[in-house]
C-alpha cells in the first residue's frame, strides 16, 4: 500500500464522521460565539469544510508562502457539506497522483524570504490535512454542544448517541 493510498483511506474514513458534525450546524446559529476571541460557528464550519481541499492544494506547492488568516464564513448550513465534498475531492485529486517519493519529499513553507517549516509533504498532510481537521471538528462539537444540538458519534457514544446500544439491542434481540 502507498502512503497516498493510507491518508486516503484515513481520510475517508474520518469524511464520514466530519460529514455528521457538518450535517448538524444549525442555520439560524452561524453567527454564534462561544466567546469573544472565538471564531463564530460559521467560520469554524466553513474552515472544516474546507480544510482537505486547501491542505492538499498547498502541499503541491513548495517553497509555499504563509497564507493568510481571513477566516470566511458560512452563509448558510446549506452550503457546509457541499464545500465538503469539493473539498475532499481536490484531496482526492492531490493524493491520487502523489507518488511515494513526492511525498518524502521536503515541503517548505516561508515569510517572505524567511523559511518557517521544512517537512516532508507527507508530515505536512498527516498534522495539518488531518490532525488539525480533527482538532477543529472537535471544537465544532462543544459549538454544537453550546446550542444544544445533538453531538454525533464520533470514536464512541456521545451523550446523544450511541451505536453500541442499537447493536447492543439488535444482538439482545437475537439471543
Known sequence: MTIAEVLLQELEQEAKTTRRVLERVPDEKLGFKPHEKSWTLGQLAL???????????????????????????????????????????????????????????????????QEIWRVPRVALLRTLMLNHSYHHR???????????????SIYGPSADENPFAQVTAKAAGAA
Not at 141 to 151: F, S
Open 47 to 113: 474552515h472544516v469544510a474546507n480544510l482537505p481541499g486547501g491542505i492538499a492544494h498547498l502541499s503541491t506547492m513548495s517553497p509555499a508562502q504563509a497564507p493568510g488568516f481571513n477566516q470566511g464564513s458560512a452563509k448558510s448550513a446549506a452550503e457546509l457539506v457541499p464545500a465538503f465534498e469539493a473539498s475532499l475531492d481536490r484531496a482526492r485529486q492531490v493524493l491520487g497522483g502523489a507518488t511515494d517519493e513526492e511525498l518524502m519529499a521536503d515541503w517548505v513553507l516561508m515569510n517572505g524570504d
Open 138 to 152: 472537535g471544537q465544532l462539537t462543544v459549538y454544537l454542544r453550546e446550542l444544544n444540538v445533538p453531538v454525533p
